[in-house]
Each structure stands twice: as C-alpha cells, then as structure tokens.
C-alpha cells in the first residue's frame, strides 16, 4: 500500500473499492452523517460503486479524501483530505471519523496533515472548510487548525460557517 502522508499515529492513502464496507459502515451510522447532508449508502455494492467513480479525482485532480488509518494497527478510522472545487475555485479540508474513534484528537491531528499538505507540497494558497454551527467539535477541530470563519451560508438546510486559512 502506498501512503500519502503519515503523522505521529496516522496514515494516509487513496480510497480503493475494496473499501466499500467500511465507508458503507460509516456513512450508515446518522449521527456520523448528521451535518454532512450525505445520506447513507443504500448498500455496500453502491458504496463500491461511488469508490469506483471517485478514483479518477486522485489522477484528474492530484488529491481528494484519504482514507485515514491508525498507524500502529491499520484500522481505518474514517476519511481525510482535500478535496477542489473547480466550479467554485477553491480546495477545502474535510473529515469523518467512526463515532467510536471520536474525542481522540484524529480530525485536528488528519485535519492539520492535510492542510500541511495542501500547502508545502500541493501549493496552495489558501484552504476552505465549511461547518453546520450546531457541530461544535468540527468547529473546535477547525480552530485547533488555525482556521478563522470568514463567512456564514446557509446550505443543506442549516446554517454553515465557512473556514479560511491562508499561508
């Protein structure tokens, strides 16, 4: 397996069909997905199916979510990256962690990865992140990150901070 990047207990690689059950898994769990506006997979075939679609992002683009592992183990905790915005010319920073692997400190530490990333090795000059304002954990881990609300949307029928942070 080829790994994107890696921290102190995580790593990161490109999302493959063959992990179709464990995003099925995640997506299906509603409070995981409850700010999203994603809902659940409706099997672990349409699951394989989306992955299949996704890969060519990581050619087309050069990046797009990670599947994010624990390190020591291999456990796959959630998904992890940056992700473009063509249409709209930006690249934000997204995450989504299994419930049970929650309060671990895994979002800011891939989040603060990927942003690294985003800017030493992608070039980027300024990374987005949107939050629901009611999620007060993503708006911590978008905090601990560095990353200032520059604005507010309203977008899945609820209300959205917009993250910024420039380098």
């Given at each position: 397996m080829i790994y994107i990047l890696e921290t102190e207990r995580l790593r990161f690689r490109e999302m493959f069909p063959e992990d179709a059950a464990a995003m099925f898994l995640l997506n299906?769990?509603?409070?995981?997905?409850?700010?999203?506006?994603?809902?659940?997979?409706?099997?672990?075939?349409?699951?394989?199916?989306?992955?299949?679609?996704?890969?060519?992002?990581?050619?087309t683009n050069g990046y797009a979510r990670w599947i994010?592992?624990?390190?020591?183990?291999?456990?796959?905790?959630?998904?992890?990256?940056l992700k473009l915005h063509s249409d709209k010319n930006y690249t934000d920073v997204g995450?989504?962690?299994?419930?049970?692997?929650?309060?671990?400190?895994?979002?800011?530490?891939?989040?603060?990865a990927c942003i690294e990333y985003g800017f030493s090795v992608l070039k980027l000059k300024s990374i987005i992140a949107h939050a629901r304002?009611?999620?007060?954990?993503?708006?911590?881990?978008?905090?601990k990150c560095g990353m200032k609300i520059i604005g507010e949307e309203i977008e899945c029928g609820g209300e959205i901070f917009v993250f910024q942070i420039v380098k």
């Open positions: 299906s769990d509603p409070e995981v997905v409850q700010y999203t506006g994603d809902g659940p997979f409706e099997s672990v075939e349409a699951a394989r199916i989306f992955l299949m679609e996704y890969r060519p992002i990581y050619s994010m592992e624990l390190k020591s183990t291999g456990e796959i905790l959630g998904w992890c990256g995450y989504r962690l299994y419930k049970n692997q929650w309060g671990n400190g895994y979002a800011t530490e891939g989040a603060k304002k009611e999620n007060s954990a993503s708006v911590r881990v978008l905090e």
